[in-house]
C-alpha cells in the first residue's frame, strides 16, 4: 500500500548551468534557494529590496531596477525612531535617514549593473493580498505601523497577469537573454486566514501558469506543490507551522537541481559540495598525517576545479587547503 504519492518535477526544457548569473527576488523562501545556490558558488544577487511578497511590490522593485531612478529624502517615512520606504523590507531601516537612502541606492545600482549579465531571474511569488496606504498606494512591507494605517485587497488574477507582464515585457526589451522562472512560496499567510491563504495562492498559481502559456521563456517550477501536495504533513514545518523547516527546503532544493540544473553543473556542484564540507571541518588532529595527506587532496581538489571551471573563484579553498 502506498501512503506518499511524491510529485517529480520533469526535466526543464532549458537548464541552468554553473556559468549563469541568477537574480532571484520574492518571497523568504527565494533566501532559502538563494543560499544554496551561493553555497554551491553560483553567481547570485537576492532580492535587492529585501524580502517581497505580493506580485505588485515584486515587479515595481524590478522595474525601478531596470531604470533605476535615485531615492530621496521624499521618499521616506519616519516612524518609532526609525526612517524607512514603503518600496522596501525593513532591513533597510535606520534611524540615520542618509544611511537609508545609501543603502538603498547602493542595493538598486548593484541590481542594475546585474541585469545585464544575468541569465536567469527566480521570482517566487508568496501573497496576493495587497495592504495600501489611505492615498491608495500599495506598500511592499507595513513596517510594524499600526493596522488601521492600511486597508487589505486581494488582488485578482488579472491584476497580477498585468503587473507580472509589465515587468516581463521591460525585462525582455531590456535582457533578451534572460529566462525568468515563477515560483509560488509554500509559506502559508496564515494571518490573513486559513481560507483567505488558499484564495491567495489560488490567484497566483492560476496567474503564473497563464504567463507561462504567454511567454515561452518563462517557465514555472512546483515549490508549492511539493511542500503542500507531496510531503503535506506539519512535520515538514517549524514551530509556527507556517514556514517550512530544513528538511522540506532540502527536499524542494533536490527537486530543484534535478529539475533545473544541467548534468554537467550537478557533478561540479557535488565536488564543490564535498569541499565545502571539508572547508567546514574541524579537526581534532590538524598536525596529524592524516589531516595533512586529506588537506592536499582538498587543495588539490580546489586546483582542478578552478581548472575546469575557470569562471568560479576558488581562491578562498585554495588558500584555505594551502
Given at each position: 500500500m502506498e501512503f506518499h504519492l511524491p510529485l517529480i518535477p520533469p526535466p526543464?526544457?532549458?537548464?541552468?548551468?554553473?556559468?549563469?548569473?541568477?537574480?532571484?527576488?520574492?518571497?523568504?523562501?527565494t533566501e532559502h534557494m538563494s543560499d544554496r545556490l551561493r553555497a554551491?558558488?553560483?553567481?547570485?544577487?537576492?532580492?535587492?529590496?529585501g524580502i517581497l511578497f505580493n506580485p505588485h511590490s515584486l515587479s515595481a522593485s524590478l522595474l525601478r531596477a531596470i531604470k533605476p531612478i535615485p531615492y530621496t529624502k521624499e521618499d521616506l517615512f519616519h516612524h518609532e525612531g526609525l526612517w524607512g520606504s514603503w518600496d522596501?523590507?525593513?532591513?533597510?531601516?535606520?534611524?540615520?535617514?542618509?544611511?537609508?537612502?545609501?543603502?538603498?541606492?547602493?542595493?538598486?545600482?548593484?541590481?542594475n549593473a546585474f541585469l545585464p549579465?544575468?541569465?536567469?531571474?527566480?521570482?517566487?511569488?508568496?501573497?496576493?493580498?495587497v495592504y495600501q496606504l489611505a492615498d491608495g498606494r500599495i506598500v511592499a512591507n507595513c513596517h510594524k505601523v499600526p493596522a488601521q494605517h492600511f486597508s487589505r485587497t486581494l488582488l485578482s488574477i488579472q491584476q497580477i497577469l498585468d503587473n507580472m507582464s509589465n515587468l516581463i515585457d521591460e525585462m525582455a526589451a531590456s535582457y533578451p537573454e534572460v529566462r525568468i522562472l515563477l515560483t509560488v512560496s509554500p509559506v502559508r499567510h496564515l494571518r490573513d486566514g486559513f481560507v483567505e491563504n488558499n484564495r491567495s495562492k489560488a490567484h497566483l498559481i492560476a496567474a503564473t501558469h497563464l504567463l507561462c502559456e504567454q511567454y515561452?521563456?518563462?517557465?514555472?517550477?512546483?515549490?508549492?506543490?511539493?511542500?503542500?501536495?507531496?510531503?503535506?504533513?506539519?512535520r515538514f514545518y517549524m514551530e509556527d507551522m507556517v514556514h517550512p523547516n530544513h528538511l522540506a527546503t532540502e527536499y524542494v532544493w533536490e527537486r530543484f537541481v534535478a529539475s533545473l540544473i544541467e548534468p554537467a553543473s550537478r557533478e561540479a556542484m557535488k565536488a564543490i559540495a564535498q569541499l565545502n564540507a571539508a572547508m567546514a571541518h574541524r579537526p581534532l588532529h590538524p598536525t596529524s598525517s592524516p589531516h595533512v595527506a586529506f588537506r592536499k587532496r582538498c587543495h588539490s581538489l580546489a586546483i582542478d576545479l578552478s581548472h575546469r571551471h575557470p569562471y568560479i573563484d576558488f581562491s578562498d579553498a585554495i588558500h584555505f587547503f594551502s
Amino acid at each position: 500500500m502506498e501512503f506518499h504519492l511524491p510529485l517529480i518535477p520533469p526535466p526543464a526544457p532549458v537548464r541552468i548551468g554553473l556559468r549563469d548569473p541568477i537574480l532571484l527576488a520574492g518571497s523568504c523562501f527565494t533566501e532559502h534557494m538563494s543560499d544554496r545556490l551561493r553555497a554551491h558558488r553560483f553567481q547570485v544577487l537576492d532580492n535587492p529590496h529585501g524580502i517581497l511578497f505580493n506580485p505588485h511590490s515584486l515587479s515595481a522593485s524590478l522595474l525601478r531596477a531596470i531604470k533605476p531612478i535615485p531615492y530621496t529624502k521624499e521618499d521616506l517615512f519616519h516612524h518609532e525612531g526609525l526612517w524607512g520606504s514603503w518600496d522596501f523590507h525593513t532591513r533597510f531601516s535606520d534611524p540615520d535617514p542618509l544611511h537609508v537612502l545609501e543603502k538603498m541606492n547602493r542595493s538598486m545600482g548593484q541590481a542594475n549593473a546585474f541585469l545585464p549579465s544575468c541569465r536567469w531571474v527566480i521570482l517566487t511569488l508568496g501573497s496576493a493580498y495587497v495592504y495600501q496606504l489611505a492615498d491608495g498606494r500599495i506598500v511592499a512591507n507595513c513596517h510594524k505601523v499600526p493596522a488601521q494605517h492600511f486597508s487589505r485587497t486581494l488582488l485578482s488574477i488579472q491584476q497580477i497577469l498585468d503587473n507580472m507582464s509589465n515587468l516581463i515585457d521591460e525585462m525582455a526589451a531590456s535582457y533578451p537573454e534572460v529566462r525568468i522562472l515563477l515560483t509560488v512560496s509554500p509559506v502559508r499567510h496564515l494571518r490573513d486566514g486559513f481560507v483567505e491563504n488558499n484564495r491567495s495562492k489560488a490567484h497566483l498559481i492560476a496567474a503564473t501558469h497563464l504567463l507561462c502559456e504567454q511567454y515561452a521563456h518563462v517557465t514555472y517550477f512546483p515549490a508549492y506543490e511539493l511542500v503542500i501536495d507531496d510531503l503535506r504533513d506539519h512535520r515538514f514545518y517549524m514551530e509556527d507551522m507556517v514556514h517550512p523547516n530544513h528538511l522540506a527546503t532540502e527536499y524542494v532544493w533536490e527537486r530543484f537541481v534535478a529539475s533545473l540544473i544541467e548534468p554537467a553543473s550537478r557533478e561540479a556542484m557535488k565536488a564543490i559540495a564535498q569541499l565545502n564540507a571539508a572547508m567546514a571541518h574541524r579537526p581534532l588532529h590538524p598536525t596529524s598525517s592524516p589531516h595533512v595527506a586529506f588537506r592536499k587532496r582538498c587543495h588539490s581538489l580546489a586546483i582542478d576545479l578552478s581548472h575546469r571551471h575557470p569562471y568560479i573563484d576558488f581562491s578562498d579553498a585554495i588558500h584555505f587547503f594551502s
